[in-house]
């Protein structure tokens, strides 16, 4: 055993993957961060992952915990690069996937088509057998089709199986039965039952993310043993620890059986980062924003809480109603923009940012590899917000003349002048980037005012004042690392799993309650301890889900994870109708009703402990650069001071205009913008009213 902790995670982005490197002296508590950043490569994105540590010089064979997250699930899903997939569910629901909802978003539109199904008819096929609502057996379960169904799928190649069974959130016998006679007569098929991933109600969210998952499974078990066998060749024999979309991260065999856990995986890392960030600096209340170089994600973050949801939709806008995906998902709204998204005039000669993407390659402009589409980051350096001695650290020559080509010509289709357009892709950037803010925080009762704007990701430093002066935020904070965010995000995660049980319930009945809850908690001991997790180092969360009687919408209210008694359950109530009332603007005179339990269980697996950054008493002045012209956008022309974020020290306090500038971001500091930097090296910026 060496006298140093190392731990590393890695974050599979759209356009780059980022590394975090951890290393802590068991002595002296020095700790010893290095970050990195190179191409995602996909279709192979293990490489990506591979080439950074490559690029950082990591010496995996002495790394103590290895967390990881990834976009391959989501990329699957959009880009429509999973299996071939076949369905078995109960007789006479075939066509459930077809059916859907009647949630049509473009309403007036009469030649409207529902998304195509994953499964196509003549793939979905049907077994007798019938659970009622409470779990009760009305029909016995036949297996004499199952022989002729799967030679069917032989015959069709499928590559993977979905079995979602009528009522089996109350009670998977009939599921079981089925996998386990399926992986008797077809053991090297990829397969997976709705029980295993949800036990919640809703026919058609169900069988749609059962059928999701399993459409995934083949590429994620590929994926991950790739990239398992890449680090073990490299040396790495540790274990190794994928993040879910939960905010938590899971062992990878647990990963491999599920993987559609992990969708927004990258995401939640970002915004479990800023709730613990928040809580190091005693900011629980912050509105987290990521941007990177496809997109923009923002999520809220009340009392050190992540807002996690499993009403959660992928492909869903104006003209399309998407698919649901039932699995614990943090709440968040993603848009469009984010630095490599191109500007383009539309044939009424409007000016649109987004939503599609220049990527990593050809890219911006700027980068020199082809590209000819201005983007949100050839803007910014237009505008001199970024160095172009400096751009991405110095790592690229950014090409100033194909730049220039690009913005005159987008330019002279709108008529202005070359910086008249750069400042027009800025703002439009960022008013889509606020109205996404207000998605998560106005639109849900709560006063941005009240919160603190914690922004990451390649391009959230370059907007965050904007955005924060617009919604008159507390105050603006751009953690040191700023741009791997997500990844040092991870290695605050705990080891954790989300249950979603449905269980009618009326608000007296506290005995039915309190079985409920302790039977679940008893559930997941039982699972955590199979993982190796001692019992005693397990948390529990409960959270139970309340509505009206006979209404639709339901939202969660927390109580205490020991017994559940009369009193515990009125003080539930009670909290119930404040917490609706926040939701939704009213409450009600009226019964409450439980319909399920939603428990947090969560153990810590080596948690990242800051310390304090060294004071070598430099001054302020020692970490300017130079100064040079920057244009604000809205703000007009200034001369900022150009200060480098690597001679910053906590207790550094300056004002704006001024730019710092990072190898992996740059810091936008507007005018009378007041800056201090802390002890752990994050960025706080005070907007003057």
């Not at 068991?26 to 992952?49: A, I, L, M, N, Y």
């Not at 016995?140 to 993977?160: M, N, Q, Y």
């Not at 050809?362 to 082809?370: E, F």
């Not at 009213?586 to 319909?595: F, G, M, N, P, S």
């Amino acid at each position: 055993m060496t006298d140093k902790t190392i731990r590393v995670s890695t974050d599979v982005g759209g356009t780059f993957t980022d590394l975090v490197y951890f290393e802590t002296d068991r002595v002296s508590g020095v700790q010893t961060v290095r970050t990195e950043k190179s191409d995602t490569t996909p279709p192979d994105f293990e490489k990506g992952v591979l080439n950074v540590l490559d690029k950082a010089g990591v010496d995996i064979a002495s790394v103590d915990l290895f967390a990881h997250g990834t976009t391959v699930i989501i990329n699957a899903l959009t880009e429509r690069k999973g299996a071939k997939v076949g369905l078995i569910t109960t007789k006479g629901f075939r066509d459930t996937l077809e059916i859907g909802r009647g949630n049509r978003p473009d309403f007036f539109n009469l030649m409207y088509r529902k998304p195509a199904p994953f499964v196509p008819r003549h793939l979905r096929q049907e077994l007798p057998g019938r659970m009622d609502y409470q779990g009760r057996e009305t029909i016995p379960l036949d297996l004499s089709l199952l022989d002729t169904i799967l030679a069917g799928f032989k015959a069709e190649k499928v590559e993977a199986i979905a079995i979602c069974l009528l009522h089996s959130y109350a009670n998977p016998a009939h599921e079981s039965a089925v996998l386990q006679a399926i992986r008797e007569r077809w053991p090297e098929i990829a397969a997976v039952a709705s029980h295993q991933i949800t036990r919640e109600w809703r026919e058609y969210e169900r069988s749609n993310t059962t059928v999701l998952s399993a459409y995934v499974q083949p590429k994620a078990q590929r994926y991950l043993e790739k990239l398992e066998t890449g680090l073990r060749d490299k040396g790495y024999r540790g274990n190794l620890f994928i993040m879910q979309s939960n905010c938590g991260v899971d062992s990878v065999d647990a990963v491999k059986a599920v993987p559609i856990t992990m969708v927004e995986s990258g995401p939640a890392s970002g915004f479990w980062g800023a709730a613990e960030l928040g809580r190091i600096i005693d900011e629980p209340n912050v509105l987290a924003l990521d941007i990177g170089g496809t997109t923009a994600k923002c999520s809220l973050i009340e009392n050190g809480q992540v807002r996690i949801k499993t009403d959660y939709w992928i492909e869903r806008n104006k003209t399309s109603a998407g698919y649901p995906i039932m699995v614990p998902v943090v709440d968040l709204v993603e848009i469009g923009n984010g630095g490599g998204s191109i500007a383009w005039v539309d044939d009424f000669n409007k000016l649109h940012v987004g939503p599609q993407s220049a990527g990593a390659s050809p890219g911006p402009a700027a980068y020199g590899r082809g590209g000819t589409n201005v983007t949100t980051t050839d803007a910014n350096l237009a505008l001199g917000r970024i160095n172009h001695d400096y751009f991405c650290g110095g790592s690229v020559i950014a090409d100033m003349a194909a730049l220039d080509t690009a913005l005159e010509a987008l330019a002279g289709q709108l008529g202005v002048s070359p910086s008249e357009a750069a400042r027009g892709i800025v703002r439009i950037a960022n008013s889509n980037m606020v109205n996404a803010l207000k998605l998560v925080s106005v639109n849900r009762g709560y006063d941005p005012r009240d919160f603190t704007l914690v922004a990451f990701g390649g391009g959230g430093a370059m907007h965050a004042v904007s955005l924060g002066q617009e919604l008159n935020v507390k105050k603006v904070v751009i953690p040191r690392g700023a741009a791997v965010f997500s990844a040092w995000g991870m290695m605050m995660s705990d080891l954790r799993r989300d249950y979603f049980v449905t269980r009618l319930l009326d608000q007296t009945d506290h005995a039915a309650l309190d079985d409920l809850v302790s039977q679940t908690m008893a559930l997941a001991v039982s699972e955590f301890v199979h993982e190796g997790v001692e019992a005693a180092k397990v948390t529990m969360r409960p959270l139970i889900r309340c509505r009206y009687r006979n209404q639709e919408f339901a939202v969660e209210v927390p109580v205490i994870s020991g017994p559940i008694g009369a009193e515990e359950t009125a003080r539930m109530v009670a909290d119930f109708h404040e917490i609706y009332e926040r939701e939704y603007t009213y409450r009600l005179d009226a019964d409450v009703e439980i319909i399920g339990l939603h428990l947090i269980a969560s153990s810590e697996i080596g948690k990242l402990e800051l310390v304090p950054l060294p004071r070598t008493g430099a001054s302020v002045e020692q970490a300017i650069k130079g100064r040079r012209s920057v244009d604000y956008a809205t703000e007009g022309v200034h001369e900022a001071v150009i200060y480098d974020a690597r001679k910053l020290e906590p207790g550094m306090q300056f004002a704006g205009p001024a730019i710092i500038e990072d190898p992996g971001t740059t810091i936008v500091v507007h005018p009378d913008n007041i800056v201090l930097i802390d002890d752990y090296g994050n960025t706080h910026i005070t907007i003057r009213s």
